[in-house]
């Protein structure tokens, strides 16, 4: 049954993207969106970027934000640190380059950082705090780089906290290399994946003969990559959009429009467009992608024919909505807080693909969506399965609908053939709870869930399935 699951996506590069799917067939609503604040992208990026320290310039809620619902504190607290404004600060009765001199003397003395990252938030943005004028002055006087990024709550989605901060990369990225350029098909590649994964990547490509010349993060400050006119750049995470853009316009380099290395066909696709560009045949991509399918044999008959609804919270949707729907899902809707129809154009255009050769339709594709409007729609619906936020993944499992925190796609291994396993045990593990059985109860919209589970969430506000790792935070 799945065989054929592999092989066909040679030829969808061949069209334009935007022809593919054309912006008009993606719908905008105009819902206010719910999201873990961008700051967070501190609790990844300190162990991507080696040395590096952190400085959240905010109040005492991005504090307690980080505190609280991350628990940085504990595990980072030699790579983080809060400077948190005060009344003085704010009536701007202090000088803002003083206070943050004396907390980067500081820092600089106890613990040596190789980069101060400087992350702005909402207040630094309301009382317009110059530290894009105060960082380079800092720098120069304590010959260490400091960067800024504005990685604030204003943002769409807390994933482009990561776009802000490899945008203040590039600033200190050399623009010439100090040795030969190597000659071949060499890329940069963008985006923050564990270690492991960026091997695996880098090794994929190497089968090749694509080189990885170099990571936006690298894991040290000293291996940025060379970025000009004459680098070709990938990126392999869909929310990085602005640093796509940055890459472009500033350093001119060559964006290679590829879709994401998400999911067996994900990855397939991305390594075959970097291929295309340099000019070179991939070969052994097809047994590649088999054995990954081969591998999640199991889990593919858990998920076919089931129905799966993306509220939009992680910028990831699109990527997640084109894997489920190569793995037989039937995806009914893709919310997602914003789109840059650009950069996620190759991975439109797969999804598109996708669905005509799994025999779907398109799903609904909603940017900003309207969460009351979206659950009106799954009340009509009835998903098997709801990707959401996790402000309104309770209240949907109290009412009998089993979800996923679609955080946990941003911080699971999800990028390579080798984690399209890992990918699926996410996306089964809601369907796979005991006591799924369809029933029919007067809790409004509940179908899929046992009566007892569901009061057991009503009861305890919270899914049995969450509850474990709330207890941890
Ligand atoms: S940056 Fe803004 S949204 Fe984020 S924790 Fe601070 S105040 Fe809240």
């Known amino acids: 049954m799945y065989a054929s699951i592999a092989i066909f996506l040679s030829e969808y590069m061949k069209a334009s993207a935007l022809e593919q799917l054309s912006p008009s067939s993606i719908e905008c609503e105009t819902g206010a969106y719910h999201t873990f604040c961008p700051i967070s992208c501190v609790s990844w990026l300190?162990?991507?970027?080696g040395g590096s320290f952190f400085i959240v310039v905010g109040t005492k809620t991005c504090g307690y934000?980080?505190?609280n619902a991350l628990g940085v504190m504990i595990f980072s607290e030699p790579r983080y640190a809060m400077a948190e404004l005060e009344e003085m600060d704010i009536s701007a009765q202090l000088s803002d380059y003083a206070e943050l001199r004396r907390l980067c003397v500081q820092v600089h003395a106890d613990r040596n950082p190789t980069i101060i990252i400087l992350i702005g938030t909402c207040t630094t943005e309301i009382v317009k705090m110059d530290l894009e004028g105060i960082a380079p002055r800092l720098s120069r006087e304590l010959d260490v780089p400091i960067v800024v990024a504005r990685a604030?709550?204003?943002?769409?989605?807390?994933t482009m906290g990561e776009d802000q901060v490899l945008m203040s990369l590039l600033t200190?990225?050399?623009?010439?290399?100090?040795?030969?350029?190597?000659?071949g098909a060499n890329v940069v590649l963008f985006g923050s994946v564990p270690d492991f994964t960026a091997g695996q990547l880098e090794m994929e490509l190497r089968r090749q003969s694509v080189t990885v010349s170099g990571w936006l993060p690298s894991t040290r400050c000293a291996d940025l990559p060379v970025l000009n006119k004459d680098t070709f750049v990938c990126g392999v995470n869909p929310f990085l959009s602005r640093t796509a853009t940055t890459l472009v316009r500033r350093r001119g380099c060559h964006l290679i429009s590829a879709p994401f290395p998400?999911?067996?066909?994900g990855t397939r696709a991305w390594i075959e467009q970097i291929c295309a560009v340099f000019g070179i045949v991939p070969e052994g991509l097809d047994a590649r992608e088999q054995e990954a399918w081969d591998?999640?044999?199991?889990y593919l008959s858990i998920v076919h024919d089931k129905s799966i609804f993306f509220m939009g919270d992680n910028l990831l949707e699109v990527s997640l909505a084109r894997f489920v729907t190569r793995c037989g899902m039937i995806v009914q809707e893709v919310g997602v807080p914003y789109l840059d129809r650009h950069y996620q154009a190759a991975e439109l255009a797969l999804l598109r693909r996708t669905c005509e050769h799994m025999g779907r339709s398109l799903p609904r594709l909603v940017e900003k969506p309207d969460n009351y409007s979206q659950i009106q729609r799954i009340r009509e619906l009835r998903p098997d399965l709801v990707i959401t936020g996790m402000a309104l993944a309770n209240a949907l499992e109290a009412r009998g609908i089993a979800t996923k925190w679609s955080a946990e796609f941003t911080f699971a291994q999800i990028h390579g053939f080798a984690n399209t396993r890992s990918l699926l045990e996410l996306v089964t593990r809601p369907l796979r709870r005991p006591g799924q059985t369809h029933i029919d109860v007067d809790l409004g919209f509940v179908h899929k869930r046992s009566l007892d589970a569901a009061q057991q969430a009503v009861k305890h506000k919270v899914a049995p399935e969450h509850s474990n790792k709330i207890n941890k935070l």
């Open 46 to 49: 300190y162990q991507k970027i």
């Open 65 to 67: 934000f980080l505190q």
């Open 152 to 158: 604030n709550g204003l943002d769409y989605a807390f």
């Open 172 to 183: 200190i990225c050399p623009d010439r290399a100090k040795s030969s350029i190597t000659s």
């Open 262 to 265: 998400i999911g067996a066909d």
């Open 295 to 298: 591998s999640v044999d199991d």
